[in-house]
């Protein structure tokens, strides 16, 4: 059986069908074009480690059975650096990080999970199991501020103690 070309298929096919047909094969075509919507991915994962306020390693269960175990970014804020420029910075990121190690708990969802600039960290928005935001959430306890990329400010005002 050898493979037939469209034109082959459609000879002697009456110009209506011919039509829909060639219509369906250009609406595929087409379709394939466009960028698919994001869809609300969901995955849910064991908190292994909580780096700092905006930092974390899971298991991220992304099949049944099968589980990855990777640092994931959280999207949309900025918490103190724990490598601090300051003294008051290095007291705000632990405090970030301890805030954030008891609202993790043992388990987080992240959603929409993307690969993120720096090769084996992933950046996502995180929930926590009660169905609560990670950024909103450190946002407005003062742990953290919006972040959407780009610059970031530094955490230091005027301070005379350097690190």
């Excluded at 043992?106 to 995180?126: C, M, Q």
Aim: hydrophobic share 45%.
């Amino acid at each position: 059986m050898t493979a037939k070309t469209l034109s082959e298929i459609l000879a002697g096919t009456k110009p209506i069908l011919c039509g829909l047909i060639l219509g369906a094969v250009l609406l595929v075509m087409m379709v394939s074009l466009v960028p698919a919507t994001p869809l609300d991915h969901r995955v849910p994962a064991d908190v292994v480690e909580v780096k700092d306020g905006d930092t974390l390693i899971v298991d991220a269960k992304i099949w049944p059975n099968i589980t990855v175990y990777i640092s994931v970014r959280v999207n949309g804020l900025d918490t103190p650096e724990l490598r601090a420029k300051c003294d008051s910075e290095l007291v705000r990121a632990m405090a970030a990080r301890d805030r954030a190690i008891v609202l993790a708990g043992e388990a987080v969802i992240l959603v929409n999970p993307f690969n993120g600039k720096f090769a084996g960290r992933v950046v996502s928005d995180v929930e926590f199991l009660y169905g609560r935001d990670w950024a909103d959430v450190m946002i407005a306890e003062g742990h953290a501020r919006e972040y959407s990329g780009g610059h970031r400010e530094g955490w230091c005002e005027n301070e005379d103690h350097p690190q």
